[in-house]
């Protein structure tokens, strides 16, 4: 994808951000972030039944690499349905490639708020809201 090509879906995560709200019933609710440095979020994370992620979403303000891309991190977990696992071991160098390195330029830690904040509530959550995923003992017969 080229540069402008980049842009052009940075800015329209910016006015249509995917993923965007307060989610009612959520089992973790995790700030991230400062305002003097590119912005603040607040995600919110739901698992399921299996101790997988069922939803996520965000609220709020900063500018448009740091809105942007958190926008385009949770649109990627619900989409592809990523595990808990899965968000953890994502890592930060290849997402700001995806963004754009040229795009982001010295602002890394902008495009990478929602990622580390999501990584923070994946991590609160499986220490703390995480069902009990106990194996059933075999059974001898």
Partial sequence: MDRNSRIEVLVDHVKNPRCKGVLDGAD?????GSPECGGS????????AKGGIEEVSFTGEGDTISMGATSMILEKVQKEKLTPE???????E????????EIVGSRTRNATLGLSTLKAAV???QREARPALKEKPASFH
């Fill in 28 to 32: 973790v609710v995790m700030p991230g």
């Fill in 123 to 125: 991590r609160k959550y």
């Fill in 86 to 92: 899965e968000v953890l071991a994502f890592d930060y």
């Fill in 94 to 101: 290849k997402f700001v490639d995806d963004i754009g390195r």
């Fill in 41 to 48: 979020v607040v995600v919110y994370l739901r698992g399921d």
